[in-house]
């Protein structure tokens, strides 16, 4: 059975999971990040007796609060409320899967909420080590918090042996883990560095405690930026071929791949020449600029690795169109409309002429009038191709990707969709269904450019 289809305009919903994503992953990084920072250095002000370095610290605690808990937690659930339209096949997977995994994430999520009010709410009326106690128990719960969603993520561009034996942990400790987790570690590290750059570069004027700033968060910034080299390298050796040779034949992702080590190049020469080497750089516009470096290097690499994980599918399980790949003989038989709950209901509601009993008889698709065809053709297109394509505008758009195309040879893809392009599903219809799928791609198509004559025809021409 597959689920209903969910459709997004010209943006696709794919791309809309992507720009969710990206969005909370930018804040949520700096919210694991940022923890050790407030941790880290609070105890240093306390060890130092530096109130002022405290008062600091306070004033960015609540910065930081506003930004992580307010709008890390409003994209984090639009994440949930995304792929749940989006793509619910995998959601449900993941957690069927992994329900001991999420309900221990959400754990660690309680307390991590919980220890950063109290950090905030009651700085200056706890004790020391209490105070710096809830600081440390924030931090290690949300990195945990990473952990965790990180082997359950990582699991869908590659769940190796989960495939055999099926047992969580396999799933978890897949081959992607570690070098996500490192990554992710790093881009915590680096990113926090950079909001922390920015916030005393905007709020505090020239002086001690500007450099004091810039100069112990330097160290974590570089690390950062050697970590998510390091795991970055280790997410491409561990990518399954598949993966790898969608990489190599999207010119795109080709040219960004070039441009995230571009960025992050720039971004660790920045980091070494200013703050590490020469404290007192730190100006708003400096720190404005290292910042959009960083997210921008951040930003790419989230593309890139949403581009190849494919939010909507589990490599070698769910394909994007809603299907488990052992159900793709039995829909090929019967048919990809009879195959779903609310195709079949929506074609017995509106076509009765074609139903045998309660099961659609996939003939009798061929002598409706080719009007109600192409309607049918687009419903399966919906269905079946919605979640990677948009229709004539917007993203991998198939009116253009068809434009000047033949009735046969529309038809000869639908029927081979996986030859054409291998990191395609197969078609999961009847041959009946690739029909009146081809009908409703004829009416999108768009025709060769006026004055542009077939190759053969130039070749014919006197």
Not at 153 to 170: C, I, K, N, V, Y
Not at 344 to 372: C, F, H, T, W
Request: net charge neutral; aromatic share 14%; with cysteine.
């Amino acid at each position: 059975m597959h689920f209903p289809w969910w459709y997004v305009p010209e943006l696709t919903s794919p791309m809309l999971i992507a720009l969710v994503a990206i969005l909370h992953v930018l804040v949520a990084h700096y919210a694991v990040g940022g923890g050790f920072f407030l941790a880290v250095e609070s105890s240093f002000a306390y060890r130092t007796k530096d109130q002022e370095y405290l008062d600091y610290l306070k004033r960015h605690a609540r910065f930081f609060i506003l930004l992580t808990v307010v709008f890390g937690a409003i994209t984090g659930v639009g994440i949930w409320w995304t792929i749940g339209l989006a793509s619910p096949l995998p959601t449900a997977l993941l957690i069927q899967t992994f329900v001991f995994g999420w309900a221990t994430e959400w754990v660690f999520f309680v307390i991590e909420l919980t220890a950063a009010f109290l950090f905030y709410g009651f700085w200056g009326k706890l004790p020391v080590r209490l105070h710096q106690t809830l600081g440390w128990i924030y931090a290690w719960a949300a990195w945990m918090s990473l952990v965790l969603i990180t082997g359950i993520t990582a699991f869908m561009l590659h769940p190796g042996r989960w495939l055999e034996d099926q047992s969580f942990w396999s799933g978890f400790f897949n081959p992607q883990f570690w070098p996500q987790v490192v990554a992710r570690t790093g881009g915590a590290l680096l990113l926090s560095s950079l909001y922390v750059y920015l916030h005393v570069a905007v709020t505090e004027g020239q002086g001690r405690l500007r450099d004091l700033v810039e100069n112990r968060s330097a160290r974590p910034a570089l690390l950062g930026a050697i970590l998510i080299t390091l795991g970055g390298l280790g997410w491409f050796a561990l990518l399954p071929e598949s993966a790898r040779a969608v990489m190599s034949s999207a010119a795109v992702i080709t040219v960004l791949m070039m441009l995230i080590f571009v960025l992050t190049a720039v971004v660790f020469v920045l980091l070494y020449v200013g703050p590490y080497r020469n404290p007192g750089w730190l100006s708003p516009g400096f720190a404005g600029a290292l910042f959009l470096f960083g997210i921008a290097a951040f930003s790419t690499g989230e593309y890139i690795r949403e581009a190849v994980r494919k939010p909507y599918i589990v490599y070698n399980k769910v394909f994007g169109n809603q299907i488990f790949v052992e159900q793709v003989p039995e829909l090929r038989q019967n048919g990809y409309l009879e195959g779903g709950v609310w195709t079949r209901a929506y074609v017995a509601a509106r076509y009765p002429q074609v139903m045998n009993g309660r099961s659609i008889d996939e003939k009798k698709l061929l002598e409706l009038p080719q009007s109600d065809q192409v309607k049918l053709g687009e419903v399966l297109f919906q269905y079946h191709c919605n979640d990677c394509h948009a229709t004539t505008r917007g993203y991998s758009a198939v009116g253009p990707l068809l434009r000047g195309w033949s009735r046969e040879r529309i038809q000869h893809l639908v029927e081979h969709l996986d030859e054409g392009h291998f990191f395609m599903p197969p078609w999961c219809g009847t041959p009946e269904e690739a029909e009146i799928l081809t009908s409703y791609l004829e009416t999108i198509a768009l025709p060769r450019p006026a004055g542009m004559l077939p190759a053969r025809a130039q070749l014919e021409r006197p």
